[in-house]
């Protein structure tokens, strides 16, 4: 591999520069301290896979604003769409006075989520609150109220998915009683638990059966790859055995798909790679290119069950962002994108796996497309936060910006956009290798 020299020079100023530094400043003062960015480097302009801040500093996006730009910044169709749209209106309303692009983007949602049975959609404006209302979809659906959910998941920061998160810190802790009716079960993690997909199922819903029992169970909420929790890819089986017993039991499925769907992973919905059914699925991040668009998509009988009124909010649908969606599901189905990506993860894979041989520092690589964990270890094989604060300051200080992950910290998470050239994955992967040259 080539060393970043060949590269252009992409940082000016030490890391953050002076004019970023000043605005972290008034940020301390003005700026709740409970919003912590990850690289407080503060962007001026964003195009393709390179964010350009305020001391004129280039970082390569391996992050994606966690997975949302998922064809760049800017991308022209959305953006077009959107501006587009901005000028007829930008608010009605759906639940008021509807308009065609909110059926429009529900439709397209049937079309592209995994299953082959009827499907409707409901929109809204976060990924957790569309996760809010799979769970009041599916208790209503069943008249039951427990809700499975799995070791190391992250599902968000309001009230209910505070409690189907794995961590408590810094989410939920101190922040009043978590929600109930609530149960957690082992997660496949075959990096630590060494268990083939179908035994981990069986360890997961045998716990199940003894803390909550099938029939007391709503729901199963779960990520197919989890992204917060370390990209962490289940084992071959685990969520067909999963899928099988809640089919079984009559347990709504809702597959979590808000960071792994929308092309992320080299194929539409992530859960199709392991030939995985949920029942409902949650498509929030990449969907609208930037704007804030959520969905719930699933099966027709469950997505009618709460009374008209009972699901929407002010801002659910929104028009803009729903006009930039229809771009976005344009493009990714698109003859050649996912191939694409699957082809960026064979690349990032092999980048990886040769860095790999060479540092004792990476105990696995995975992941798929454009969605890669590197879990980092210490010389008895537990969780090396502190190794990813090392690479992850000396990629910043040459222009590449990564995510981290893992309940410990401790995973290098890497979202480049799906679409981007082998020019930028080379340099990106030079600069990493750089950066773990430097622990
Ligand atoms: N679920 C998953 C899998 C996520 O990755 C996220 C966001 N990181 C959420 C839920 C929450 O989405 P939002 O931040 O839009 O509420």
């Given at each position: 591999m080539s060393t970043t020299t060949t590269f252009p020079k992409r940082v000016r100023t030490e890391v953050p520069g002076p004019r970023s530094r000043a605005i972290n400043e008034e940020r301390t003062r003005y700026v709740s301290a409970s919003v912590a960015p990850l690289l407080p480097v503060y962007i001026e302009n964003a195009e393709g896979s390179v964010l350009t801040d305020v001391d004129g500093n280039e970082f390569i996006d391996f992050g994606c604003g966690i997975g949302v730009t998922s064809f760049g910044h800017s991308n022209e169709a959305a953006v077009d769409a959107a501006i587009a749209q901005t000028k007829k209106f930008t608010h009605t309303l759906f639940s008021v006075t509807p308009y065609e692009l909110y059926v429009e983007v529900s439709k397209l949602l049937t079309e592209i989520t995994p299953g082959d049975f009827e499907k409707k959609s409901v929109l809204s404006s976060t990924g957790a609150e569309a996760i809010e209302n799979a769970v009041k979809i599916a208790r209503s659906f069943t008249r039951r109220n427990g809700i499975a959910v799995v070791d190391h998941g992250y599902h968000g920061r309001t009230n209910l998915t505070l409690g189907l998160n794995y961590k408590a810190q810094p989410y939920s802790a101190g922040v009043g009683p978590r929600p109930g009716e609530i149960y957690r079960i082992a997660n496949s993690y075959p990096f630590r638990d060494r268990l083939d997909g179908a035994e981990a199922a069986r360890r997961g819903i045998a716990q199940l059966e003894k803390i909550?029992?099938?029939?007391?169970?709503?729901c199963l909420v779960i990520e197919p790859i989890q992204g917060e929790g370390g990209v962490i890819v289940p084992a071959p089986s685990y969520l067909e055995t999963l899928q099988q017993w809640c089919n079984d039991n009559g347990i709504v499925i809702i597959a979590d798909e808000i960071q792994t769907g929308l092309g992320r992973t080299g194929k539409l919905y992530a859960s199709e790679h392991f030939g995985f059914v949920p029942d409902l699925v949650v498509s929030a991040k990449a969907i609208a290119g930037g704007f804030p668009v959520s969905a719930v998509t699933g099966r027709a009988d469950m997505m009618d069950a709460i009374p008209a009124g009972g699901l929407s909010g002010t801002f659910s649908g929104n028009p803009v962002g729903c006009a930039a969606a229809v771009e976005v599901i344009r493009e990714l189905r698109a003859p050649g994108t996912l191939e694409r990506t699957a082809e960026i993860g064979r690349k990032i894979q092999d980048g990886l796996r040769a860095l790999q041989d060479r540092h004792a520092v990476i105990g696995d690589v995975r992941g798929l497309g454009a969605l890669h964990g590197v879990e980092l270890i210490d010389a008895d094989g537990a969780p090396n936060p502190a190794a990813f604060k090392k690479v992850a300051a000396a990629a910043a200080d040459r222009g590449l910006l990564v995510m981290g992950g893992g309940s410990d910290g401790h995973v290098l998470r890497l979202l480049p956009a799906i679409n981007i050239s082998d020019e930028l994955l080379d340099e990106a992967l030079a600069i990493l290798e750089e950066a773990f040259a430097q622990l």
């Open positions: 909550s029992g099938a029939d007391n169970l709503a």
